[in-house]
């Protein structure tokens, strides 16, 4: 078996077994759907199971976990909900930072899918495949959904990660094209433990 980092993902051992088991027997999904409430570490999942997928030899390595966590992996391509500001998108995150506030809430938008196409129509430069994930995918409009709907039909070679609550809350032609991978609920040993633990730092800043 393959030596991954999902050590730090408490309370889900089927998402981590099926995504481990996937790269164990090389049968890796075009698309996957990671479906859950928010708070139960869907985000580091898909962090950790990025790391696995962009490492040559499928060994997870902190000096990969850290290009990753800063967003300079050329393979990589990581998208979150945005806002429009003076003609720029702004995520929730930029947005405090500049004291800016909205009524409304983010969403991904159409030009951040064509930039999934851009990007993955080049070949990956270091790693064997190219990854994407998209942070709440049911932000999305209809016309960002039929433009990544496009891009699934024909990934090339890479793999995408959909994030979103509910199975319901994408288009079902979107669903039908991704493995799904159920996030459960954390019991109260697994919240205990997040509150507790100070290793699980990185889970408590990657959950979604």
């Not at 993902?9 to 090389?26: H, N």
């Not at 999934?116 to 129509?121: A, C, E, K, N, W």
């Not at 064997?128 to 942070?135: A, L, M, N």
Request: net charge neutral; aromatic share 6%; charged share 20%.
């Amino acid at each position: 078996m393959v030596s991954h980092g999902f050590s730090a993902l408490l309370g889900q051992p089927q998402a981590i077994e099926l995504l481990l088991a996937a790269v164990d027997r090389q049968r890796v999904a075009p698309a996957y759907l990671f479906v859950g409430s928010p708070g139960v570490g869907r985000s580091l999942a898909a962090r950790c199971f990025a790391e696995l997928l962009l490492s040559p030899n499928g060994t997870a390595s902190p000096a990969l976990a850290q290009r990753l966590a800063h967003g300079n992996h050329p393979d990589s391509l990581w998208i979150q909900p945005t806002y429009l500001h003076q003609g720029k998108m702004l995520t929730a995150a930029d947005m405090e930072s500049l004291g800016l506030k909205r009524a409304t809430p983010p969403q991904v938008r159409l030009e951040q899918v064509r930039g999934i196409g851009r990007f993955l129509s080049r070949a990956p430069l270091e790693a064997p495949r190219s990854v994407v994930v998209v942070e709440d995918a049911d932000t999305m409009g209809d016309a960002a959904a039929n433009a990544l709907l496009k891009t699934l039909e024909e990934p090339g070679q890479a793999t995408l990660m959909l994030i979103a609550p509910a199975v319901e809350s994408l288009l079902p032609t979107l669903v039908s094209r991704c493995h799904r991978i159920p996030f459960w609920r954390l019991d109260g040993e697994a919240i205990a433990t997040v509150y507790t633990n100070t290793d699980t730092k990185r889970f408590c800043n990657s959950l979604t």
